[in-house]
RNA sequence: GGUGGGUUGGCCGAGAGGCGAGGCAACGGACUGCAAAUCCGUGUACACGGGUUCAAAUCCCGUACCCACCUCCA
């Protein structure tokens, strides 16, 4: 069994067959630090995550490159707008990211580059784009450097374009430029309307990189010129993805050898970016469900389908991944130690993964587990609900949804300080509940039950006395 | 204009020629003092119109509607 993955550039699932063996290098496109990151952002950094921890799981010695874009048009603006330098919009975005993603168990990733990191190595490719004839210094004095989209025949090749169906490119004033569609490698500096801190010295005058130009000598630098996977959302296919493809291999480099696209979580049909309103941002969303749900929630659809937000859905997950949490948690309580990690991971599980990472067939797979595990909750086979319990939680740990992974901190099960505390509280009332359900007082149990609910703790009567939870 | 994707039951969400993924909700049953949890069961879903086929949600043709990208959006 091997696994197979949906490349852009061919439009088919394929075998992944890795440059050498054994390894596998990814870099993805990660985010423009310039404002707070939202529930659609982060999506795609764990569809990302999934496919690292599967390639990890199967074997793999994993490099994953995700960079920040952290000097760009947008953040100057902004920045510009909230009166800070851009440096510090920058940073603080960044941090708010980084912040999101540890939330919902994102792994860092093995290195996280910034574009103004890699001054050097972009003014290494541009000088060799310009002497392998694809690429040229504007000649209207503004310090730009384009990238000669007529010089390359294969441009298009990704997204099956045709130059002369392509609009011009905005990102510069078209007159020094050959042809409109030639896009900025680097970007002189405007002294009149950008700050000084935003330009590097380069053969071409001060100035700053390019868009794309970053992710093509950053992939180079750490995974080499040749490398197995990139990834990005859907949006990125062009320019981005075009561009980065079409300097790396004009300047010889094979650059990678699939490329992975994420699609889109929208709201009322569009996609997040034109909503308004913050409530989508990642610590908002996390008021209503905790992070192990929210990425249940991404989890739980194929990453290349889009998914249409709404806190209802959200919430049906949620509930939905409670039930798997539970049974792990009567499964520990039943074995009387901690469900054992390491377990086995299903036949079926293992074949939906390696379908370009079917993660809802995945967790299906997952639910016919656990509908297993609370048959041998009742049944009492220790041995075999050790292994049922072990399994879903190893099939759960690919996901990055191990309720046990320290990752989720004290969110996840509670604060076990707290958890005493309740429960010296609430064990006198169950007590004195018990009693008068020996006495058949159905009326006072019931009351002392309801007086217990009001404060938010659920009662449950099991054949080994009452339990409570939160 | 070019390129790509979509429309599945009350809802979410898979599948991609034959056998009803899974979850949530609902209903019935078991268990329970009653609940909860859990288990068992209950559905004649594939935008529309044609066609191919023994067999179509799945393939083909057409129609409608929706979405994304086309140069600094995950």
């Known amino acids: 069994m091997t696994l197979r993955l949906h490349d852009t550039a061919t439009r088919e699932v ?53 960079n920040v874009t952290d000097i760009d048009d947008k953040i100057l603006v902004k920045s510009a707008e909230q009166g800070r330098p851009w440096f510090n919009l920058a940073y603080d975005m960044h941090r708010e990211l980084t912040r999101a993603l540890d939330s919902i ?124 996977i990139h990834g990005g959302g859907v949006d990125l296919r062009f320019p981005h993805h075009e561009n980065e493809q079409a300097q790396s291999r004009a300047a010889d480099d094979p650059f990678a050898s699939y490329w992975l696209h ?40 194929h990453y290349r389908s889009h998914v249409e937000f709404s806190f209802e859905a959200l919430e049906e997950a949620a509930k939905s991944f409670q039930r798997i949490e539970n049974y792990l948690a009567r499964a520990a309580e039943a074995l009387g130690r901690e469900v054992p990690s390491g377990g086995a991971l299903c036949a079926e599980f293992t074949e939906a993964m390696d379908d370009d990472l079917g993660t809802p067939a995945a967790v299906a797979v997952i639910h016919d587990v656990v509908r297993e595990g609370n048959k041998l909750l009742t049944d009492g086979d220790p041995e075999a609900l050790s292994g049922n ?47 008068a359900r020996l006495e058949k007082d159905w009326a006072r149990a019931d009351a002392i039950r309801d007086q217990i609910k009001a404060a938010g703790i659920e009662v449950e009567d099991t054949p080994t006395g009452p339990k409570w939870s939160v």
């Open 14 to 66: 394929r075998d992944f067959v890795p440059l050498e063996e054994g390894k596998a290098g990814i870099y993805v496109c990660g985010l423009t630090v310039q404002s707070e990151p939202h529930v659609g952002h982060v999506r795609s950094a764990v569809n990302f995550d999934v496919l690292r921890r599967w390639l990890t799981a199967s074997g793999y010695q994993v490099t994953f490159i995700r």
């Open 105 to 228: 168990n994102v792994l860092p990733p093995t290195y996280e580059p910034a574009a103004t990191g890699h001054v050097p190595e972009i003014l290494d490719l541009i000088d060799r784009l310009i002497k392998a004839g694809h690429a040229y210094a504007a000649e209207d004095g503004s310090g730009d450097v384009y990238f000669d989209v007529r010089s390359w025949p294969q441009y298009g090749e990704l997204t099956r374009q045709r130059v002369e169906d392509m609009e011009p490119a905005g990102d510069a004033d078209p007159r020094g430029k050959r042809d409109p569609r030639d896009f900025a490698l680097w970007k002189g500096w405007k002294k009149d309307s950008e700050p000084a801190t935003a330009a590097w010295p380069s053969p071409y005058g001060p100035g700053r990189p390019g868009w794309h130009i970053e992710c093509s000598a950053m992939a180079g630098k750490y995974l080499g010129k040749a490398f197995d």
């Open 262 to 301: 994420n699609a889109w979580i929208t709201t009322a049909g569009e996609k997040m970016s034109k909503s308004l309103g913050n409530s989508l941002l990642v610590p908002e969303v996390l008021k209503r469900v905790r992070g192990i749900e929210l990425r249940f929630y991404m989890v739980s659809a």
């Open 389 to 435: 319990a072990a399994s879903v939680r190893a099939m759960l740990a690919i996901l990055g949804l191990d309720p046990a992974d320290p990752a989720w901190g004290a969110t996840s099960r509670g604060d076990d300080k707290l958890t005493g505390v309740v429960d010296a509280l609430v064990r006198g009332l169950l007590e004195e509940r018990e009693r």
